[in-house]
C-alpha cells in the first residue's frame, strides 16, 4: 500500500503541530506548578535534550525506513525474530487511547471558547463553580463539545495525509504561533514577568523528588509525541530525502519554545493577579479565566484568543494521535481511508464518553478504580506506564537490533561528527533513563 507523502515543510510543521499539543500548554504549566518550578522545568529540558532528541531520531527512523504502518515497519525491519518484533507496533494502540481524554479536554477548551466571549467568571470562586459544574454535572454540554472535537479531527484524518492532515496543520499553526506571539509580547510588559521567570528558572533541588523526576521524563515523551506512533507514522509519509535529523531539532526547538512561551504568559499572568500557580488541572480553566476576567477588556480578547490557540494545539496534535491506528486499519485489512477514519474515531468517541461520565458526579463511582477514574486511567496509563516502555523498545530496536549498516546509511551523513554521540545515546543513556522511569513507577527507586 502507497502512503501519500507530506511536502518536506508540510512534514515539519504537521511534526511541530503534533507535538505541540494539550501538552504545552495545558498539562506543562500545571505539572511545573506542582512540581515546584524551576528544578522540574529543568530536569524536563535535559531529559528533551539528552532522551528526546535520540528517541525522536529512532522513531522518525523506524518510520522512514519501514513506510508504512507500526507493526510492518518493525516487522519489516527486524532482521530476525519477526514475528516477535511486529508486536512491537502496537505500541500505535496508545495514541488511540490518549485520544479517549484527549478529546474530552479539546471539547471542554471548545466549550471555553463560548464561555470566554460571553460570561467569564468574575473571581476564582466563581470560576472553579463553572469549571466544576461542567465536569462533574454537564453530562449533556461535554459530550456535545467531545462530539464536535470527534468530527473534527475524523473529517481532517479521512481527508488524507496531504489533503487533510498537513493543510490542517499549515492553517492552525501559524495561527496558534501568532496568538501566543502577541500574548507573550503583552506579558512582557508587565512587572510580573521576571517574577514568572524566576519561578520557572530558578531551581530549588529539595523540591525536586523521583516522582517529579520521572513525571519530567513522562512529560518530556508525551509533549514530544514519542512513544506514540505518531512521529514514526509520519515519517513513513517522510519524502525520500528529507532530513530526519533537521526535523528532529526543529520539532525539539518548537515544542520547548512553546511550551517555555506558554508558561510565562500563564504564570506572569497568574502572578500579576495574585493567583496561586499550582493549581492542578484546573489552572487553565479555573484561574487564568478569572485573571482574564479581571484583565479587563484586553482580557476577554485575550480569553477567547487563548482557547483558540489551545483548541488548535489540541485538534493538530488530535490527528497525529488518530493517524497511527487508521493506517494500520488502511494496510492491514485495505479498508478505505474514511471507513478506517471512521471505526477509530467511533471508538475513541464511544470510550470519551466513559471518560467524562467517570467524572459525573452520579457515575464516577461506577468508573473509578484504586481512587483512580477512568479518565485518570487513561492518563496515567499511557503517558506514565506504556510510554516510557514503547520508548524503551525503540531505543534497543535502533540500537541492538537494526543492521547498523541500515542506521548510518541513513543517519551518518545526516549527524555528522555528531552519529556516534547519538548511537551511545540511543543503546544507552535513553534504555538507562527509560529503565529508571520504569523502577520508579514500580516503587522500587525512589528519592
Ligand atoms: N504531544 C502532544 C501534546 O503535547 C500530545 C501527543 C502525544 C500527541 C502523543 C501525539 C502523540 O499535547
Redesign the pocket.
Known amino acids: 500500500m502507497k502512503i501519500a507523502q507530506f511536502s518536506r515543510f508540510g512534514f515539519m510543521i504537521s511534526a511541530v503541530g503534533?507535538?505541540?499539543?494539550?501538552?504545552?500548554i495545558w498539562?506543562f504549566p500545571y505539572i511545573t506548578g506542582k512540581y515546584g518550578g524551576g528544578a522540574f522545568v529543568l530536569v524536563y529540558l535535559i531529559t528533551v535534550m539528552l532522551v528526546g532528541f535520540s528517541v525522536m531520531i529512532a522513531e522518525m527512523l523506524i518510520g522512514y525506513l519501514g513506510r508504512r504502518d507500526c507493526n510492518t515497519n518493525f516487522e519489516h525491519l527486524a532482521p530476525r525474530h519477526k514475528g516477535l518484533w511486529k508486536h512491537a507496533g502496537w505500541m500505535a494502540v496508545t495514541?488511540t487511547l490518549?485520544m479517549m481524554y484527549?478529546s474530552v479536554v479539546i471539547g471542554w477548551i471548545l466549550n471555553y471558547i463560548v464561555v470566554a466571549s460571553t460570561r467569564l467568571p468574575a473571581s476564582i470562586a466563581e470560576a472553579e463553580v463553572t469549571f466544576n459544574t461542567m465536569l462533574t454535572q454537564g453530562v449533556g454540554t461535554q459530550i456535545f463539545y467531545h462530539t464536535l472535537a470527534f468530527l473534527i479531527t475524523t473529517i481532517v484524518v479521512a481527508k488524507g495525509i496531504k489533503g487533510g492532515i498537513e493543510k490542517f496543520n499549515m492553517i492552525l499553526m501559524p495561527l496558534l504561533i501568532a496568538i501566543l506571539a502577541i500574548m507573550f509580547a503583552y506579558a512582557m510588559t508587565m512587572s510580573s514577568f521576571s517574577h514568572a521567570a524566576s519561578y520557572m528558572f530558578a531551581a530549588d533541588w529539595s523540591k525536586l523528588n523521583s516522582e517529579a523526576f520521572a513525571v519530567a521524563v513522562g512529560h518530556a515523551f508525551?509533549?514530544?509525541?514519542l512513544g506514540?506512533g505518531?512521529i514514526m507514522i509520519y515519517s513513513a509519509s517522510l519524502p525520500k530525502g528529507g532530513n530526519i535529523v533537521h526535523s528532529t531539532l526543529f520539532v525539539i526547538a518548537g515544542d520547548t519554545l512553546i511550551a517555555l512561551m506558554a508558561g510565562m504568559v500563564l504564570f506572569t499572568f497568574l502572578f500579576q493577579y495574585g493567583a496561586e500557580p499550582a493549581k492542578g488541572p484546573g489552572l487553565v480553566f479555573i484561574s487564568l479565566p478569572a485573571v482574564f476576567y479581571a484583565m479587563g477588556a484586553i482580557g476577554s480578547i485575550f480569553a477567547v484568543l487563548f482557547f483558540f490557540a489551545l483548541a488548535f494545539?489540541?485538534l493538530t496534535?488530535a490527528v497525529?494521535?488518530v493517524e497511527p491506528m487508521v493506517q494500520y486499519l488502511i494496510d492491514k485489512f485495505d479498508m478505505t481511508r474514511l471507513k478506517a477514519a471512521i471505526v477509530i474515531g467511533l471508538i475513541f468517541y464511544l470510550f470519551g464518553i466513559v471518560a467524562i461520565l467517570s467524572q459525573i458526579e452520579w457515575s464516577a463511582p461506577y468508573l473509578t478504580w484504586g481512587g483512580k477514574n477512568f479518565f485518570d486511567w487513561m492518563d496515567y496509563l499511557t503517558s506514565s506506564v506504556l510510554l516510557p516502555v514503547a520508548g524503551f523498545i525503540m531505543a534497543i530496536f535502533v540500537g541492538f537490533v537494526i543492521e547498523k549498516e541500515r542506521v548510518t546509511s541513513v543517519l551518518k551523513s545526516q549527524l555528522g561528527w555528531s552519529f556516534p554521540l547519538w548511537y551511545f545515546s540511543i543503546r544507552y543513556i535513553a534504555p538507562i533513563a527509560l529503565i529508571f522511569v520504569m523502577l520508579n513507577l514500580m516503587g522500587i527507586i525512589t528519592f
Request: no cysteine; glycine share 14%.
Open positions: 503534533a507535538a505541540v499539543g494539550l501538552g504545552n498539562k495514541s490518549v484527549y508525551f509533549t514530544l509525541s506514540y505518531s494545539a489540541g496534535s497525529s494521535l
